[in-house]
């Protein structure tokens, strides 16, 4: 099998123009697939079958490998044998009806209603850039928008009266996102004088302004992020995307229909926005335990109070 290893190294080194780092990545993933071949008195790859394989990857997930880690390996292997098919080495290949192993996905982290309303409140409202401040994290946590789109927000991107806004989303896609009443309040006071204040002689077409007329950056705004986290006393590690895991985390947990929040966060596919219910299942778990007389613990709490504000800062829904 080696001198088969040797072969497909050298081609995919020289044909595929993959990486140093990629070629010792499989080639490291084959040496242990074929060891395991070995041990099972395999040395012949014409030999090999789709059990052999799947067993492969049984002793890998045996040995606690991650599913990410076992579908590289599978990755190596697959490629291998289908050289071995090109090349005319072998007829078949073994690995032709096995699926990778899906990773599985991290649930997002979020914050707690809690968590939310101490950051809301960290800016300073009397001056003018604690005014800006509290409008952008408002607009942030009611509109679930990414921190591109919360930067890139041009004056005339937010419609205060009709309560909503043009997000210009991944590939130049334009969406309507509602702004929830506290929200748009947030922002008619930040326009009524705060904004040209900070502007001062100076004009810019840019919603949210920085002092020299010009509008945030991501990272201007991360840092800001950072900052009135670190005030609020969030320990949590917090980017302006765990806001938006908040946002849609705190709507379905409130019964706000899957499509709709779909739609406003500008997911192309339903899968995507599909995490959330597997949030809102962990967290149902959570209560339960905490809540139930025969769960893990004897905690009820009410949720009324938060649910009503949650509503309400993402415009009612």
Sequence with gaps: MEGYLDAFIAFIRAERGLSGKTVDAYAADLAVYFADLKRKGLTDV???????????????????LSRRSQARHLAA????????????????????????????????????????????????????????DKAMLEVLYATGLRVSELVGLGINDIQLGAGYLVAKGKGAKERIVPVGTIAAEKVRTYLA??????????????????????????????????????????????????????????????????????????????????????????????????AHPRGDDVRGRGGALGGRVARKRAGGT
């Design 193 to 290: 004088g705060p904004r040209q204040l900070l502007l001062g002689e100076r004009e810019s077409k840019a919603l949210f302004v920085t002092p020299r007329g010009d509008g945030f950056t991501r990272q201007g705004f991360w840092k800001l992020l950072k900052r009135y986290a670190l005030k609020a006393g969030i320990r949590k590690p917090l980017s302006p995307h765990k806001l938006r895991h908040s946002f849609a985390t705190h709507l379905v947990e409130r019964g706000a229909d899957l499509r709709a929040v779909q739609a406003m966060l500008g997911h192309a596919d339903l899968a995507t926005t599909q995490i959330y219910t597997h949030v809102n299942s962990a967290r149902l778990r959570a209560v339960y335990d905490n």
């Design 46 to 64: 014409v030999r090999v079958h789709p059990d052999d394989i799947t067993g492969h990857l049984t002793t890998l997930n045996s040995r606690r």
């Design 77 to 132: 292997i697959r490629g291998f044998h289908r050289f071995l098919v090109a090349e005319k080495y072998v007829e078949k290949d073994p690995t032709e009806d096995i699926d990778t192993p899906r990773s599985a996905r991290k649930l997002p982290i979020f914050l707690t209603l809690e968590e939310v309303e101490q950051l809301l409140a960290a800016p300073d409202e009397s001056s003018p850039a604690g005014m800006r």
